[in-house]
């Protein structure tokens, strides 16, 4: 491997998750720019110049935990769709997979396939430690990804003002 405690690319069958690259803030502008996409992450859109802020926030994620989340490249095409991966802010209750998906993207099952690839990943790499997705409770598309992907409800909690729920990723080979 490298400095970095994961591998810094994974492969599922239709999608790439790897490093970020300097260019793909444009990219994460489409999903950071949409207010149907912030409204139960950030609470509101981004500007560009927030959106470039953001998209080296993931990529230095990188370098203070030695992992992070990956960009989110389509296999077809080459086109980077988003953000899946590990996540976990100072203010996190524990290390989460975490996704955001441009919104052309969403509800083709990319996040869903990209989040069973960080799964396994992650129980390969720290075996017995089942990550979170750390979900407000109104985000009814992201609990859905969560499901699908068998996470289960654990807990919710109060999180900068709003209600957040915590969905356990199971273990490997066991089902929510």
């Known amino acids: 491997m490298s400095e970095f405690q994961i591998p810094t690319r994974l492969e599922t069958e ?3 998750l790897r490093m970020f690259r300097e260019d793909d803030w444009r990219r994460m502008h489409l999903h950071y720019g949409n207010p149907d996409c912030t409204r139960h992450t ?5 500007s560009e110049g927030e959106s470039w802020r953001l998209t080296a926030t993931l990529a230095g994620h990188w370098l203070l935990r030695g ?5 989110l490249e ?3 095409g080459g086109a980077m769709i988003g953000a899946v ?4 802010p100072a203010d996190f209750p524990e290390r989460e997979i975490k996704w955001a998906l ?3 993207c969403q509800g083709k099952g990319f996040a869903s396939e990209a989040a069973r690839a960080v799964q396994a990943m992650t129980a390969e790499v720290y075996p ?3 990550p979170i997705s750390f979900i407000h409770r109104d985000n009814a598309a992201s609990i859905r990804v969560a499901r699908a992907v068998g996470a289960h409800l654990e807990n919710e909690i109060d999180f900068r003002g709003g209600r957040f729920q915590i969905y356990r ?4 080979g066991k089902k929510a």
Request: glycine content about 14%; overall charge positive; charged content about 15%.
């Open 14 to 16: 239709r999608l790439v």
């Open 74 to 76: 389509e296999k077809a």
């Open 85 to 88: 991966g590990l996540w976990y």
């Open 102 to 104: 441009l919104p052309e």
């Open 169 to 172: 990723h199971p273990a490997p």
């Open 128 to 130: 017995g430690q089942q």
């Open 67 to 71: 992992y992070g989340p990956y960009a």
């Open 42 to 46: 950030l609470g509101r859109v981004l």
